[in-house]
């Protein structure tokens, strides 16, 4: 299976030497990864036909299916690094495509209904699950293409001289792109994927000219069963972008429209209250416009002698304010006076103390400090008694102001209440 033979010698050397010369030349990973790219067009070419000869939904029991699966399976493997861990050295293939769930967020679905099969307990197991999911989405191709394209990620899964590192991989995820043909339902939950043992059956591909020749044609029918299918897949395609739109747009003028039906009813109301509030207003316009007249009307037969007690009463006002101003003078006169006997009092205390203090230095002078002292104290008291006249003054203008106050207050408010009332509405 590693080995191709050349269909000439070389030039100028029998074929022995020839075969020895191309063997030598020939890369042995460069043969795997050509015998692999020639097992997937035989094994996806063998399944599409087989698929459309079939007319049915495909499911997991289905030879040329299983041989897929097999055959892509042996072109991932090919290249993996070896990586080590506590358990020892193995190649994981879940690794790489677990990585397409970063390029492509639509396939981390299929990588999340993975990690959750309960049945999974391996990196094989869960990387033939997402096989078998992405194939059934018919996005297998789409998924790989992202893969192949970013050689930087695969550079830490893969050797330099691997197939999905090579042109090998691009054309592989090529094929795969008329997989989207055929409709699989595969039962991942229930199928053991982590012991399965992949071993590809040459039987299936090995052929006679007759059925080369029934092939040839069924080539024909499938190619032009596969062009028919993929016109109406992008004809349908472009129908479903077409009705996404026209729905999107459709459901935007609906929900404008219930907007604009709800701006208008309640634009209708607003119009409702406002008619009614300015029909309230009217009335009330008209109502306060008859009473200002009436008030008017009664004013005006009133005005001569409101005016003279208005006169009256601001006379009166000005002589109050006039007794206001003069207590308050009063009063602040007062209010210095007592300060400075205040200040006095503090002085005859400051001299009481020191007095004192020397009293008891020197027992000589004790007869005259205690007369003077008794001065001082009686003359303490007058001006104690002296402050206190003077707060009962206060007092008693205090009181005098507030009784000139209340006889202003009762004049004012007994017999012409009414006609300030009015003089006050016809002033405004």
Known sequence: FNLILPRDPLPGKPATQGLSSYVTLR?????????????????????????????????????????????????????????????????????????????????????????????????????????????????LADYLRLLITRKDLLSNFYDNSAVMVEEEG????????????????????????????????????????????????????????????????????????????????????????????????????????????????????????????????VCLLQCPDVENELVVQVSMKQEMDLAMKLLEKDIHEKQDTLIGLRHQLDEVKAINVEMYTKMQTSDDGMKQKNDMITRLEEKTNQITATMKQLEQSDKDLLSQTRTLAMSFVKCASTDTENQYKLVKDISF
């Open 170 to 297: 691009a054309v592989i995820v090529g094929l795969l792109v008329g997989l989207n043909v055929i409709d699989a339902n595969l039962c991942v939950k229930g199928e053991d994927l982590d012991t399965q043992v992949g071993v590809i059956d040459f039987s299936m591909y090995l052929k006679n000219d007759i059925d080369d020749y029934r092939s040839g044609e069924r080539n024909g029918q499938v190619a032009a069963i596969l062009d028919q299918k993929n016109y109406v897949e992008e004809l349908n395609r472009q129908l479903n972008s077409s009705v996404h739109g026209l729905q999107g747009r459709v459901d935007n003028l609906e929900k404008s429209n219930s907007k604009l039906i709800e701006e208008l009813a309640i634009a209708k109301n607003n119009i409702i209250k406002l008619q009614e509030e300015n029909h309230q207003l009217r009335n009330e316009n008209t109502v306060i416009l008859i009473k200002a007249q009436q008030q008017l009307e």
């Open 27 to 139: 890369d042995p990973m460069s043969m795997e990864r050509t015998n692999l790219l020639n097992m997937a067009k035989l094994s996806i070419k063998g399944l599409i036909e087989s698929a459309l000869s079939f007319g049915r939904t495909l499911d997991s029991d289905y030879p040329p299916l299983q041989q897929f699966f097999v055959v892509m399976e042996h072109c991932l493997k090919h290249g993996l690094k070896v990586k080590k861990s506590f358990l020892g050295y193995s190649k994981s293939l879940w690794g790489p495509l677990e990585m397409v769930e970063k390029l492509c967020p639509e396939a981390g679905e299929i990588a999340a209904s993975v990690r959750d099969l309960p049945g999974l307990k391996t990196p094989l197991g869960r990387a033939r699950a997402w096989l078998r999911l992405a194939l059934m989405q018919k996005r």
